[in-house]
């Protein structure tokens, strides 16, 4: 007979056991004995490792007992581990969840359980099990209507927080007084040269230019951003999100709260559709994404955004998309279907920022 734990620890997926499952359970309220479960590795995080628990009751389940469970942990590369815990990733991910989550209004998954070391950033988020809604694929892209899902969540995330100053009093929100920068312009020269020489010929002349631009002087980059605020995801893209339905998506629910802050409500929008939307598919829907986004932001009740801000605000999303592009090649484990996805990523940004003769503002 086991003996369930009073609260679950922080622990790997390979010490995961029937005692420690029943104590997630315990954690979400509900009261249960395990007679074994099965795990399995699922989706295609960088930073972040996702496994699947399928649980095999001892006698009847309770009605509201889940029958899996998703739990994330710190990368098992090595590279990618580091990365997470330099960066404040694995950290900032379980504060959303245990602060910011309630207040959110954007479509998030149930948190069992989270917790994470506060000196090691050691961590564990068990989730609910969103199956069998999609993953979506980065390299794939999304629908004009799938699109239109996405762009009414960003809107509820962003009226939730808008100009909301109770994010600088958090020092884990990115872009608050207190929140410490790892991201200095040095290093972004650094491996914007080192991207260069990994990658060679791959990356064209119009990419060049933008990277050149960025590396010579991030002063430009953040001007851009000046303006409203309000919480911003950072990396809105398919990848990390899930979709109901395949041809006619129901339902968006978003995951992979790592890189979150207090930033331009709009860059949540450039980034997405820049590498999201192929390029053809947004020069003819553009303005109708926008106002898809503009008017569910006014539903939701956020003040004004004025037009030059949300512009600036749109095309810096495109910068940013760029940017964390060569900045996560060059920190994360290196994988071929990660190569593809930042190339993906780093050219949509850039077909982007020239439609809008935008290919000066930063540099």
Known sequence: MTTTLRKPDIREPGDVDTTWL???????????????FAAKKVGTGQIGDCVRFTLDYAGAAQPDAPKTLVGKFPSSGAESRA???????????????????????????????TDVNEETHDFVLMMSDLSPAEQGD??????????????????????????DDVLNGYSWVSGTP??????????????????????????TPRAKRIGAAMAGDMSRYDA??????????????PDNMLFEGHDTPRRVTVVDWQSF????????????????????????????LQAVYLEALAREGAGAYDADAFRRHYVAGAYQHFLTAFFAAMVVTQTPRGDDMF?????????????????????
Not at 100 to 111: D, E, F, H, V, Y
């Open 22 to 36: 029943e104590a997630v359970l315990a954690a979400g309220g509900v009261e249960a004995r395990l007679a074994g």
């Open 83 to 113: 990365t997470g815990r330099a960066l404040g990733n694995y950290h900032r991910e379980v504060k959303f969840y245990q602060v910011l989550q309630k207040r959110a209004r954007i479509a998030t998954p149930r948190c069992w359980f």
């Open 138 to 163: 980065q390299l794939v892209g999304v629908t004009l209507e799938a699109a239109k899902l996405v762009l009414v969540e960003a809107a509820k995330l962003h009226a939730a927080y808008w100009k």
């Open 178 to 203: 207190d929140a410490p920068n790892p991201v200095t312009p040095e290093l972004v020269a650094q491996l914007w040269q080192g991207f260069l020489l990994r990658y060679g010929d791959r990356v």
């Open 224 to 237: 851009l951003r000046a303006g409203p605020r309000g919480l911003v995801h950072c990396d809105f893209r």
């Open 261 to 288: 802050a207090y930033g331009p409500p709009a860059s949540d929008v450039g980034y997405f559709i820049a590498g999201a939307v192929d390029p053809a598919l947004r020069r003819a829907n553009e303005h109708a």
């Open 343 to 363: 190339f993906k990523m780093l050219n949509g940004a850039v077909d982007l920022i020239f439609d809008h003769g935008a290919e000066d503002w930063a540099g």
